[in-house]
């Protein structure tokens, strides 16, 4: 089991940038896929992100295509989520995730049932 623990959320204006991060421990970090989720008050958790266990492969949903950025750092065990240009609607709390089996890359049909760990979450609020 690996632990994992966000930070970085907080409350921002549209347009402005945050960056969210993960620590884990425990598990062998560097050969799982990462991903991160969102849950939005009365919504399902839903994909944003993931990242191989080998960096070069990331996968993003439409809404935030080209806006974040989830990156990895090996040596510090830390997975990230650069967000740009937030909007209102990016509001949620967001939710890292490990892969629950080693050495695979997770795509856009990745599901919450795909991971075995979580974090605790971390809130972001975009107000207009």
């Known amino acids: 089991q690996v632990q994992l623990v966000e930070s970085g959320g907080g409350l921002v204006q549209a347009g402005d940038s945050l960056r969210l991060s993960c620590a884990a421990s425990g598990r062998t970090f560097s050969t799982y896929a990462m991903g991160w989720f969102r849950q939005a008050p009365g919504k399902e958790r839903e994909f944003v992100a993931t990242i191989g266990w080998r960096e070069i492969s990331t996968y993003y949903a439409d809404s935030v295509k080209g806006r974040f950025t989830i990156s990895r750092d090996r040596a510090k065990n830390t997975v990230y989520l650069q967000m740009t240009s937030l909007k209102p609607e990016d509001t949620a709390v967001y939710y890292c995730?490990?892969?629950?089996?080693?050495?695979?890359?997770?795509?856009?049909?990745?599901?919450?049932?795909?991971?075995?760990?979580w974090g605790q979450g971390t809130q972001v609020t975009v107000s207009s």
């Open positions: 995730a490990a892969d629950s089996k080693p050495f695979r890359t997770l795509t856009t049909s990745a599901v919450t049932t795909d991971f075995g760990s």
